[in-house]
């Protein structure tokens, strides 16, 4: 098997491994969620989220509740204050053109909070986008509305990772533009893995990895199959960290320079890591 035919190989078994992992929950941030149970004796108002795409990133948003003998229920965004308090039940558009409020932009989160019970309640959360996908990839498509990391922030993230495998130690260094790492933190998560190896904003910093591991290949004479091995040791060996205490989140896959960054991440975070640097090693010196 030449070099490309056994690091392609490799890839796809990275790419294979995903399958054990989960796919992104109900909480994560992509998706509608509701909250535990409530006290005894309490009004449990019935929500159902309905949205419709009105350009490609704005959405108006339906909501039909059950008040339960409620006597409101409040519906604001996170951090953006009410949108609208709901007091008859029935289907309510409280976001749109025609609204107050005006439309809702592909990715904001909007909580259903049952007020005074004897303190506030929240019965519902949604993320818009969640129904319907805009005209453009939801993984092109950051929380910002961005698709490009941002020009004005300044500095980087420095970081040194050591690691050995057998009897090969590789000391490699890598510095990430903070624009780039705030960028991947507000991209929308989504379920399809591939997206967060495809993607092109990283591929000269993951590249530069790469090439170090290529380069210690070559100066100790490995085999493809020990640089594959190395590859995965490096990997298996950053922090492992579970989603929800770092992210509040049961599921939240990061693109693979917020693993580089963080020094760590869980099952998910290393196989797209794994798949991304593994891609970028697929052709040796010379592109064979």
Known sequence: ???????????VGSVAALSGCSS??????QTASTTSNPPPDTPQPEIEWR??????????LTITVQLDQADEVVVETVGGGTITTLTTNGEHIVAGSETN????????????????TPVDRMIGTYSVGSQIQPTIPLHLNGLTGGTHPPQDVQGAHSR?????VGNQTTRLSLTVPKALYQYYQRRMRVGDYGAYVSDTNDDEYITRLAE????????NNLSDREMI???????????YTRDEPATGYNEYPKFPTETLVDQ??????????????LERTASGPTGV
């Open 24 to 29: 992104l929950s109900r909480d994560s941030p």
């Open 212 to 219: 170090q591991f290529k380069t210690f290949r070559d100066r």
């Open 160 to 164: 040194t990772y050591t690691q050995t």
């Open 51 to 60: 949205e419709e795409l009105i350009t490609d990133d704005q959405y108006r």
């Open 264 to 277: 760590g991440g869980d099952c998910e975070d290393t196989c797209i890591l794994l798949s991304s640097i």
């Open 229 to 239: 091995d190395h590859v995965t040791g490096f990997v298996q060996q950053l922090q």
């Open 1 to 11: 098997m030449n070099r490309r035919s056994l690091l392609r190989s490799a890839l």
């Open 101 to 116: 409020h005006g439309p809702l932009t592909l990715g904001t989160s909007v909580n259903a909070i049952l007020p005074d």
